[in-house]
């Protein structure tokens, strides 16, 4: 019955991602076929496809990756054709997330502590009401506490999510130390036994130095209570907003150990080559898409999953 769920529920995610991907893909993938279709492979059809890989968001060091690997292939006889690019493209990607580094890194004993962080309007919110979704399908216990206390409604946004999906809220006044707000949390998620606590913070530009110093002395008061914490730091980005994104994030890792990204919003871009140039800019793994509006959709990121939704001819 539990393999029979879990497998159901894969097969959702993958569907979810694929629908997600469709403006990408028309977008990629359609260009693509357009540009190699019928056409010997030769250095200027490579600065061509360099140009159109540039412009579909992977950026220009993803890109040179991805070329020079092209390059190599080509003066070894093993790819001839345009329309050998694309399996060569499919195969090339595969390769860049290596397994050990996606997975949330779960406490050994005790609750588990993810902190979230992220810009303003970069979809914080939502996204930890998916992961809180996605946890207690892996029935565990989650809590949330609600740091985000200097924007309007932040605290009421929180609340509102925690009820639909049914988690447990540590929250205080708006106004209130963020800190103050991530102790108590920390202190319930041991007294509760909760299997996890995920930490929302203030949204923040990485401009604002008050702010990255809050993010650090929240870290520094949750190892108080629960020193191994965080065991995940993640940066949520919004993948509408393409190159900007690995901006964002070379600047937050400056402040804070990151360990992963949560991409937003990818069903609504065409924007989706943003995780390929993430994983060659910023050596960082994306560990979960968000592919919809709802608490469920929500992928964990599967190189695999996303290299064939990408590419999908149907």
Known sequence: MAF??????????????????????????????????????????????????????????????IITD????????????????????????????????????FAPSGPTVILVTGINGAGKTTSIAKLGQYLKNQNKTVMVAACDTFRAAAVDQLTIWAGRIGVEIVKHQMGSDPAAVAFDACKAAVARNMDVLIIDTAGRLHTQDHLMRELEKIRRVIQKIIPAAPHESLLVLDATIGQNAIRQAEEFTKSVELTGIFLAKLDGTAKGGIVVAIRRQLNLPVKFVGVGETPDDIAPFNPDEFVDALFATE
Do not use: C
């Open 4 to 65: 029979g769920f879990i497998k159901k529920a894969l097969g959702q995610s993958v569907e979810k991602l694929r629908s997600g991907l469709t403006r990408t893909r028309d977008a990629l993938v359609g260009s693509l076929r357009t540009l190699l279709t019928g056409r010997k492979l030769d250095q200027q059809l490579l600065d061509e496809l360099r140009q159109r890989l540039i412009t579909a968001d992977l950026g220009v060091v993803a890109t040179d990756h």
């Open 70 to 105: 092209l390059n190599a292939a080509w003066k070894q006889g093993r790819v001839e054709s345009g329309d050998e690019v694309l399996a060569f493209l499919k195969e090339d990607m595969r390769a860049y997330w290596p397994v050990e580094s996606r997975a949330l890194k």
